[in-house]
């Protein structure tokens, strides 16, 4: 069975994680975007046969924001790559942290792009719990981020896709 590839921008409720998709990818939902030089086509369903393409699908609402909402989204066969938000709090039942994780990992290889600071450049500064970040080390590749401007959020998390993509495709993109 192919492993699909999933992108997970990680931070608690309120900690700037779709700021960071909107900055990574201001175009709209579905459509052309761009990494790198490279336009990608993002659709909900992939038809192409091309091995070349790269189709991503994202979703920019978190378990947080719409816990059952997010239950069904993972329920749903996924059968694409995948570019989404996920709060880590393992500690709250409601977000179904586990449940999803184990979900998401019987298809998918996860790259959790963890924030590890909220958006706030001074008051009320938060970070990630580390026993949260050791807990997610079970599921995927982790990469932790301590930026707080949101555009250098951005493009670094789309450098992170394209990191991944050329490693585990060994193909080198020009752009």
Known sequence: MKRYKAFIVVGY???GKSETLHQAF???????????????????????DNPESYELFIRRM???????SYIKFLKREQPRNLIITFNPDFDDEKYKVKENLSRLD????????????????????????????????GFGEIKIIEIIDRKERGNKFKEFIVD????????VWIG
């Open 26 to 48: 201001p175009e709209k939902i579905k459509g052309w975007v761009t990494l790198i030089g490279k336009k990608l086509f993002m659709r909900r369903m992939s038809n192409s």
């Open 13 to 15: 409720r309120n900690w």
């Open 62 to 68: 978190s378990n947080s924001d719409d816990p059952k």
């Open 164 to 171: 991944i993509f050329k490693r585990v495709s060994g193909k």
């Open 106 to 137: 019987k298809t998918h290889d996860c790259y959790f792009y963890v924030l590890k600071n909220n958006f706030n450049k001074k008051k009320n500064r938060r970070v990630i719990k580390k026993e949260h970040i050791d807990l997610l080390k």
